[in-house]
């Protein structure tokens, strides 16, 4: 097919540093604030859209560069068939296009993301805390991994929602919100 160059472009791009790394800096910079609670808070709307500016910056960034055009873009992900373990990368891989256009996907992941951080640095502090003190115990939250399990099975369910060709309509409406500008 004479657009298989788009789709290995594509995903070679998304799985690339030049795009994960700011993605996961972002994220690990700015999840400090989201919990799990219900309510949204305004700091989250806020951080929502920087994120949603800097995911409309790099992709317009490659795109340029390779001289796609956002339909281009997301036909050759909409047309290629996932299956098995390729549509579980695939989501992946879409999931940050999927949070940048629809603040109910982003807040999981970044409430996913500070759980993530504050056990990894749990687990550094218990590892360096000698073995009993009894000044020194760490107070944990015995619900945060099952808020984390949560957080993690709504992402999915909410990314399995995105039927074919959504993509293409998230796309065409991040690029018809640049022109507006």
Request: include cysteine.
């Amino acid at each position: 097919m004479a657009d298989d160059w788009v789709f290995d472009s594509v995903i070679g791009f998304l799985s690339s540093p030049h795009w994960r790394l700011p993605l996961e800096t972002f994220m690990d910079n700015n999840c400090a604030i989201f919990d799990s609670d219900e309510e949204n808070k305004i700091e989250y709307t806020i951080i929502h859209q920087k994120f949603k500016e800097l995911v409309e910056g790099l992709l317009e960034g490659f795109l340029a560069e390779l001289d796609i055009s956002p339909i281009q873009f997301a036909n050759s992900i909409d047309t290629k068939p996932t299956m098995g373990q390729n549509a579980e990368k695939m989501e992946a891989l879409l999931r940050p296009l999927a949070a940048a256009d629809d603040f109910l996907i982003f807040k999981p992941i970044m409430v996913e993301r500070n759980l993530e951080l504050e056990m990894e640095v749990r687990k550094m502090y218990e590892a360096q805390v000698p073995k009993n003190p009894k000044s020194m115990t760490m107070i944990t939250d015995p619900d945060d991994d099952e808020i984390l399990k949560v957080c993690h099975e709504h992402n999915n369910n909410l990314l399995s929602m995105l039927q074919p060709g959504s993509l293409a309509v998230v796309l065409r409406r991040i690029s018809e919100g640049k022109r507006e500008k």
